[in-house]
């Protein structure tokens, strides 16, 4: 295989790639707005003021979504009756459930919050064998005194983290 030939290949799977995430995102995003119209469309719920938080709760429950999401969902609905085109349209590839609710629908940025690649637990295990191993007990006469210096400094680089 050439080298032109392998990245015509490599090309031609990132596309597949890239429009089927697309296509994933866009079914989310349709289902997001038929749940809204669903809500929104219903005899009890327009019946009780359109806020009634028992029916959302529910729902909510029922689905295993956040009661923002559902109000999301209604607010997609009622903001977009036509359907998902026009907010699509405005976003274009880059279109997902958390741009709609951000950019179309007036939602604050979801901060994402990145899990820790290690637990604390770990750290201090590694820091205390690299602690020993690094020598720095020889000056305690039968290591008496190093744990106290080893939490000491511990505590010190516990608050670098």
């Known amino acids: 295989m050439t080298a032109t030939d392998l990245q015509n290949l490599i ?3 990132k596309a597949i790639k890239s429009q089927r995430g697309f296509n994933a995102r866009v079914e989310l995003i349709n289902e997001k707005w038929e749940i809204g119209e669903c809500i929104a469309s219903d005899p009890e719920y327009k019946k009780s003021a359109q806020g009634n938080g028992e029916i959302i709760d529910a729902v909510s429950e029922a689905l ?3 009661t923002s999401d ?6 997609f609905f009622t903001e977009y009756p036509d359907g998902v085109s026009t907010a699509m349209e405005k976003l274009g590839m880059d279109a997902s459930w958390t741009k709609i609710k951000e950019e179309c629908l007036g939602a604050e940025k979801e901060e994402k919050i990145k899990e820790p690649r290690y637990k604390l637990s770990e750290v201090e295990k590694a820091f205390r064998s690299w602690f020993r191993k690094a020598g720095l007990s020889k000056p305690f006469k039968n290591g008496e005194g190093f744990e106290e210096l080893a939490d000491i400094e511990w505590r010190k680089f516990k608050n670098l983290l």
């Open 11 to 13: 090309d031609a799977v």
């Open 64 to 66: 295993e979504m956040s």
């Open 70 to 75: 559902v109000h999301y969902c209604i607010q």
